[in-house]
């Protein structure tokens, strides 16, 4: 005979676990990531400067509101951060990120958190996260938004062109509208909420759209994270030329 | 021949141990091979609930080194066997004998489920597009893992105030039937508790079926409720609608 076991009493304790594998080595890439990117976005959007270069906006300070501070003295980052926060924070792929990494509810499958209680997403602040479709919506107007940075980044003085940076836009604004179409909400919202694609209204196209939006949100983690990284980055670049520590290379 | 040693839970309701027990290990093997080994050769009265052998039954649900998993579809030469194997009975549920647990709560839970109505006006006709999105959902063998791995039963217990994956696919299937007319959004929310899932999607990890539980599933009936109970449009146009 080996060890004792009940198994109907084990856990309760955090980190109680049978899975014989480094369970925790799944969530450290998650902290690091989420952790730094929310590190990093905080500094920058107090920091209230640095966000332009030539036709180059960054991604954290767009739609640019009241930059000369006539009746907003804070940074301008602060006016609109509550909109791409509350779709990422709410965002059901996020969620289960960051409540595994974060909140350890549970840590990894089959791992003990050792809490006693749980309300899951039935009470405040949680049940906030129904409104993750309203939070979509916020973030098709940010997105239209960065298409028209993206696009502004090709125009130097009056003059068409292409530099690292237009690149770095063009690229960030292509995976956040590739995350935002991924959403589960809009899947839900352009056909899944149907219970019958062929018996109702329009239902052939919807069914189109249903699928082709499924196809995409079988990736959402990746292109969460890839525009998480990449919006990440495409701000750094921009401050990188605007304080002058970089110069933009122009392609042609 | 190369051997493998077993740690398999041996008890009842009152407690247990882990016994080791050593096995041949023979070309092809799964863990329900050197379970069926034991009971042959070194313990014939320990317990074990199997039936197809095929991954077909769901019957054969254990941990495998603490992973939930079809001991039939488990190969031994998918695991290290330079450490002992363990098999223990699924958590969530409680223990009858050895590795045979009582899952009659599912059953139970099954019962609250309003079964298929079909709408009145239904013509019975149905595109084999609609069919294809809920025919995922007729894959579920009933093996329970998804249930066992659910940190809301497992670690919180919370059988009385949530149904748990399986019954979130049944619900799923019922719900995207293009013949169904019932509703059962007000059932999720409150008796069946979908609220309580934080989405972590520990059950699509461990379904041998891959049925995708928490993508096609789950979500899709949190954003119903969403639409039936948190949505203020669509509760306003509902309200218009109503009163016209």
Request: positive net charge; hydrophobic residues 45%.
């Amino acid at each position: 005979m080996a060890d004792v076991v009940n198994p109907p009493a084990a856990g309760r304790s955090f980190g109680r676990t049978q899975r014989h594998d480094t369970w925790w080595v799944e969530i450290v890439p998650v902290v690091v990531l989420l952790g730094g990117f929310g590190f990093y976005a905080t500094l920058r959007a107090f920091e209230g400067r640095f966000y332009e270069w030539g036709p180059y906006l960054s991604p954290f300070y767009s739609p640019l509101i009241d930059p000369h501070h006539h009746w907003w003295l804070l940074s301008p980052a602060l006016l609109i951060l509550g909109g791409p926060l509350g779709f990422r924070v709410t965002c059901y792929y996020y969620r289960k990120a960051y409540y595994r990494a974060f909140f350890l509810d549970p840590p990894a499958c089959m791992v003990s958190e050792g809490r006693r209680t749980y309300r899951g997403e039935t009470a405040f602040p949680f049940i906030l996260q129904n409104l993750h479709r309203y939070f979509f919506y916020i973030a098709v107007i940010f997105l239209a938004f960065l298409w028209r940075d993206a696009v502004r980044a090709f125009f130097f003085d009056g003059t068409v062109g292409v530099g690292v940076g237009t690149l770095v836009l063009l690229v960030n604004v292509i995976l956040l509208s590739l995350y935002t179409l991924s959403c589960h909400s809009l899947r839900h919202l352009a056909g899944g909420k149907l219970d019958c694609f062929y018996c109702a209204a329009f239902g052939p196209p919807r069914h189109k759209t249903w699928q082709w939006l499924s196809g995409l949100n079988q990736r959402h983690m990746l292109f969460a994270w890839a525009s998480l990284v990449s919006v990440g980055l495409a701000d750094l670049y921009v401050r990188l030329v605007s304080c002058g520590a970089i110069r933009d290379v122009r392609l042609f | 021949m190369r051997e493998a040693t077993l740690r398999v839970f041996r008890g009842e309701t009152t407690g247990g141990k882990t016994a080791d027990y050593r096995v041949p290990v023979a070309p092809g093997m799964v863990v329900l091979d050197a379970l069926h080994y034991i009971q042959g050769h070194l313990a014939p009265d320990l317990a074990v609930r199997w039936n197809c052998k095929a991954g077909k039954c769901g019957s054969c649900s254990a941990e495998v080194n603490g992973r939930p998993r079809l001991t039939c579809k488990t190969r031994m030469d998918s695991l290290p066997l330079d450490k002992p194997v363990t098999v223990l009975p699924m958590k969530a549920f409680p223990l009858i004998k050895d590795l045979v647990t009582d899952v009659s709560w599912n059953f139970r839970i099954n019962k609250r489920i309003p079964p298929f109505q079909p709408r009145p006006d239904a013509e019975w006709k149905i595109d084999q597009r609609d069919v294809d999105r809920v025919q995922e959902f007729r894959k579920c063998i009933e093996c329970f893992l998804c249930q066992n791995v659910c940190h809301v039963l497992r670690e919180h217990d919370k059988k009385e105030e949530f149904a748990g994956p399986r019954f979130f696919v049944r619900v799923a299937g019922l719900e995207m039937h293009p013949m169904d007319g019932a509703s059962r959004a007000g059932l999720l929310r409150k008796e069946l508790g979908i609220g309580l899932c934080n989405i972590t999607k520990c059950c699509t990890e461990v379904c041998p079926e891959e049925i995708r539980i928490t993508d096609n599933a789950i979500i899709p009936l949190k954003e119903r409720v969403v639409d039936e109970f948190y949505d203020p449009l669509l509760m306003l146009v509902r309200k218009i609608r109503g009163a016209r």
